[in-house]
Nanobody
Framework: QVQLVESGGGLVQPGGSLRLSCVASGIIFRIKTMSWYRQPPGNQRELVATIASDYTTDYAEAVKGRFTISRDNAKNTVHLQMDSLKLEDTAVYSC?????????WGQGTQVTVSP
C-alpha cells in the first residue's frame, strides 16, 4: 500500500521561502518518478514539478527558477524548495507517484502566501 505524507506547509509573506517534504512508503522509492502538484482555491489541480529516478527534473513554467525539486533515496523523501513565493502560489500542495498504473496522492499540505 502506497503512503505519501507531506509536511512543511504554512503561512509566508510574498518573497519568502518554504520547503515541503514528502515521505513515501510502500514503494521502491529509488525507481519511482515523484511529482508535486498543487490545487489553488477554486481551481483544478496542476502539476508543479517532477523528478525522475535518474534525477532529471521538470517544472511548470509558472515556477521555473523559483522552485527546486529534489530527492533523498536513503530517506524515501522528495522535497520542494519554494523561493520567491508569490500570492498566486497559494494552494494545497500534494506529492504523487504511480504504482501499478494507479496514481497515488498524499493528503496535501496548505501553503498560503499573504502579506
Amino acid at each position: 500500500q502506497v503512503q505519501l505524507v507531506e509536511s512543511g506547509g504554512g503561512l509566508v509573506q510574498p518573497g519568502g521561502s518554504l520547503r515541503l517534504s514528502c515521505v513515501a512508503s510502500g514503494i521502491i522509492f529509488r525507481i519511482k518518478t515523484m511529482s508535486w502538484y498543487r490545487q489553488p482555491p477554486g481551481n483544478q489541480r496542476e502539476l508543479v514539478a517532477t523528478i525522475a529516478s535518474d534525477y532529471t527534473t521538470d517544472y511548470a513554467e509558472a515556477v521555473k527558477g523559483r522552485f527546486t525539486i529534489s530527492r533523498d533515496n536513503a530517506k524515501n523523501t522528495v522535497h520542494l524548495q519554494m523561493d520567491s513565493l508569490k500570492l498566486e502560489d497559494t494552494a494545497v500542495y500534494s506529492c504523487s507517484t504511480v504504482q501499478f498504473y494507479t496514481r497515488s496522492w498524499g493528503q496535501g499540505t496548505q501553503v498560503t502566501v499573504s502579506p
